[in-house]
Nanobody, 126 residues
Framework: QVQLVESGGGSVQAGGSLRLSCAAS?????MAWFRQAPGKEREGVTV???????SYADSVKGRFTISKDNAKTTLYLQMNTLKPEDTAMYYC???????????????????????WGQGTQVTVSS
């Protein structure tokens, strides 16, 4: 079982940047970021598999970048040109199975992930 701990959230003005981190207690094959805004369903943001293949939701393409450290136990999300609509609780997720999400055209799907962090809040003001 892997434990995930997110950090790096905060408040920023529109157009600004934030970098989220997710520390995993062990190696995983598939890691992703999801987010949930108040009153909305959780949505997939971006995913990366063990080979570095990535997929992004259309809403963040060109603005967000997912990466992992060499040991593949820390996940990052660099968020640039933030918009008020990016305001949400951001969750790190991990899975051990085949990372089908990395082959999806529009970011991760929840079915690939069995482990979740507690979340870190990102607030973007206009």
């Amino acid at each position: 079982q892997v434990q995930l701990v997110e950090s790096g959230g905060g408040s920023v003005q529109a157009g600004g940047s934030l970098r989220l981190s997710c520390a995993a207690s062990g190696y995983t094959y598939c890691m992703a970021w999801f987010r949930q805004a108040p009153g909305k369903e959780r949505e997939g943001v971006t995913v990366i598999d063990t080979r570095g293949r990535t997929s992004y939701a259309d809403s963040v393409k060109g603005r967000f970048t997912i990466s992992k450290d060499n040991a593949k136990t820390t996940l990052y999300l660099q968020m640039n040109t933030l918009k008020p609509e990016d305001t949400a609780m951001y969750y790190c997720a991990a899975g051990y199975g085949t990372c089908y999400s990395a082959y999806e055209p529009n970011g991760p799907v929840e079915a690939d992930f069995g482990y979740w962090g507690q979340g870190t809040q990102v607030t973007v003001s206009s």
